[in-house]
T-cell receptor
Framework: ELKVEQNPLFLSMQEGKNYTIYCNYSTTSDRLYWYRQDPGKSLESLFVLLSNGAVKQEGRLMASLDTKARLSTLHITAAVHDLSATYFCAGWSMEYGNKLVFGAGTILRVKS | DGGITQSPKYLFRKEGQNVTLSCEQNLNHDAMYWYRQDPGQGLRLIYYSQIVNDFQKGDIAEGYSVSREKKESFPLTVTSAQKNPTAFYLC?????????????FGSGTRLTVV
């Protein structure tokens, strides 16, 4: 069974600082996805990581995937208040019924 | 514009009542999914369907039922057997179960028991 764990679950940071959210998964995950959710809203796709060593960047966010370590990271550079949201990672494995398995989410609060 | 439409946005259910949440997509996606999200929690899979006229139970299917008679539609019924239905319900779809693009999510339905 594929299990996905995120840490930290809550992150409060100052504007302008850098930080990393970690996403560990338990068994082979062929792909890794990152989503953003604003309070009371739906999930918005941020990144899709399809292979070992994949790195994607959008603005102040950068995601990477290390399949050997079973680890994906979401790095935040020079945080701004608009990045405050909940971030989910999700793994996908053909062995686990062809559906995404989500982590618990990381609540990010960026303070001015 | 293509997308997923969930309705209603807010729904109130009385004790012992069945209610149905609508999910429609015009993305021509084969697979559709229902998730439940409790406050401050992650997403838990209720049911999913990878093809018309077929669906499977997810991790928390008890007290819920679905149908998939059309490719575009995947309604979720919350039955009276679901003792704690107050939550945010999200519907999602994907091109297929093996997707390079992940899921597209609807805007959600917030269900409250009154």
């Amino acid at each position: 069974e594929l299990k996905v764990e995120q840490n930290p679950l809550f992150l409060s940071m100052q504007e302008g600082k850098n930080y990393t959210i970690y996403c560990n998964y338990s068994t082979t995950s062929d792909r890794l996805y990152w989503y953003r959710q604003d309070p009371g809203k739906s999930l918005e796709s941020l990144f899709v990581l399809l292979s070992n060593g994949a790195v994607k960047q959008e603005g102040r966010l950068m995601a990477s995937l290390d399949t050997k370590a079973r680890l994906s990271t979401l790095h935040i550079t020079a945080a701004v208040h608009d990045l405050s949201a909940t971030y989910f990672c999700a793994g996908w494995s053909m062995e686990y019924g062809n559906k995404l398995v989500f982590g618990a989410g990381t609540i990010l609060r960026v303070k001015s | 514009d293509g997308g997923i439409t969930q309705s209603p946005k807010y729904l109130f259910r009385k004790e012992g009542q069945n209610v149905t949440l609508s999910c429609e997509q015009n993305l021509n996606h084969d697979a559709m999914y229902w998730y439940r999200q409790d406050p401050g929690q992650g997403l838990r899979l209720i049911y999913y369907s990878q093809i018309v006229n077929d669906f499977q139970k997810g991790d928390i299917a008890e007290g819920y039922s679905v149908s998939r008679e059309k490719k575009e539609s995947f309604p979720l019924t919350v039955t009276s057997a679901q003792k704690n239905p107050t939550a945010f319900y999200l519907c999602a779809s994907s091109i297929g179960p093996s997707t390079n693009y992940g899921y597209t999510f609807g805007s959600g339905t917030r269900l409250t028991v009154v």
